[in-house]
C-alpha cells in the first residue's frame, strides 16, 4: 500500500461534510458549468460514446468541453496530461484508469467522490472488481464506465461461409483454418505492429496458455520465477507463430484500420479488446450478421478485462459540484445502458439487463460474473502494474516480435530483467 499524502488527509477531514453535499447531488445544477474532459476516444464509436455522456450532461447544465487526444490506448493522453499538470493548466476530467488512477491519486490532484458514492451506493451496486478498481486508501477516486472484455477473436461471417469454417475453440483449429485461408490467398489474421496492439495479442496469448492465476503472477506480483516460466516461453513462441497468418508487411496502424479490414473482408479475423465490436457496429456492421464475436481460443472460461474510469483534477474546487455531478450521471443504470452498448463494453452495474445485448456482450457479462478466479486485469491498459513497467515490457515484446534477430528465450530473460529492475526501484534503500 502507498502512503497517504497529507493533502489526501486533508481531503478526508473535509469527507465528514458528505452527508451535507449528498442532499446536493439529485438536483440539476443552479449555474451553468463546463468541465473539459481529456480522453483519448477519437474513433467513430468512441466519440458516439462520449457524446452520450455529453448530451446527457447538458440536461444537467454542464457543458463537456472536449479534449480528446488521438491515440489507442491513451499513449498520447497520458503525455499531455503529464505537461499540461506539469504547467499547472489540468482539465477538470480525465479519463485515468487503474494504475495510474492510483499514481495520480497519491500525488493529492484528485477530487474525493467519496459522498457521491454512498449516495449512489456504489458498494452495492457496483461490480466489486469495478468499485475497488476506483478505490485509493479507502477513498473513491473515479467513476467507472463500462467493463471492456479484451480476449475476443472477430470473424468475417461471409469468408468463414465461404470457406467453410467454423469460429476455432483451440489454436490447433485455428491454424487449421488459417493456414486453409492463407492458402486459398486471405490474410486469415488482421493485426498493426504497433506496439501496445502487439503487447494486447500477447497477453491474451499469456492468458491462453497459462489461465488467470499465473497472468496475476506475472504481470501483478511479478514473480521472478514466473517469468523463468517455459508457459512464459510458449506464449512468446506463439506470438511470432501467428505472423504468419497476419498482413505482409506487417505495418504500424491505428486499430480501426485492422476492423476496417475484417469489415470488408480483406482479413478474416481480428483479435482485440470489445472496443473493435463497437466500432463495427458504429460502421453498421451488425454482432452475429456480418461478423461473429467469440473468445480467443482457449480462454472461453476467461475474462482479460479493461475497465474505463473518469477521474476529476481537484485544482480551486471551482468546479466540484458539476464534477460530481458528472459521476452520479455515469453510474445511471440508463446511462450505462447506452454508453456501453455504443462503446462495445458492458456495464459496470451488477445485474445490468442484458435484454438488449448482443451475444459478445451477454457472454462478457457471464464470463465477467465468475468473479477473481475468471478475470484478468490487462497489463497494456493499465489494470495491473505501473506505467512505466508497463511500457518497458510493450516495448520489450513489440522488439521482440518485429525483430526476426530476437529468439523467444532472448525476450524471456529481458523481460525478467526488466522486472527485477522496476522492482528493484521500488525498495527502500
Ligand atoms: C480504452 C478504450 C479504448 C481503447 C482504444 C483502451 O485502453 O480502455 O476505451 O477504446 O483503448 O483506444
Known sequence: MRKRTGRTAALSVLGAGAGLLALTLCAPLAHADALQVLHW??????????????????????????????GGAGI???KVLKSRVLAG?????????GYSLAEWSDLGLLLQLDGVAASGNWSRLLHPTAYSLVQNHGHVMAVPLGIHRINNLYYNRRLFARFGLTPSATWAEFER??????????????????????????????????????????FVRKNLEAYADPRLLHALKRLKTLRRWMPTPLRERPWTDAARQ?????????IMGDWAKGELNAWGLVTDEAFGCVAVPETAQYHLFSIDTLAMFSASYSHQAAQEKLAEVVISAPLQADYNRIKGSIPVLRGADTGKMDSCARNSVQVFARGAAAQAPSLVHRMASDESTKDAIVAEVSRYFNDEQVSAADAQRRLATIVRATSEQGKPP
Open 76 to 78: 498520447g493522453a497520458v
Open 177 to 218: 483454418a488459417a493456414e486453409k485461408l492463407r492458402l486459398a490467398g486471405i490474410t486469415a489474421l488482421a493485426q498493426s505492429s504497433e506496439p501496445w496492439q502487439v503487447a494486447t495479442l500477447f497477453e491474451t496469448l499469456v492468458l491462453a496458455e497459462a489461465g488467470p492465476a499465473f497472468y496475476r503472477e506475472l
Open 89 to 97: 493548466n489540468s482539465p477538470e476530467v480525465m479519463q485515468l484508469v
Open 41 to 70: 476516444w477519437t474513433s467513430a464509436s468512441e466519440r458516439k460514446a462520449a457524446n452520450v455522456l455529453a448530451a446527457r450532461l447538458a440536461t444537467e447544465n454542464i457543458d463537456w468541453r472536449d479534449a480528446a487526444i488521438p
Open 262 to 270: 475484417l469489415a470488408d473482408g480483406d482479413a478474416a479475423m481480428f
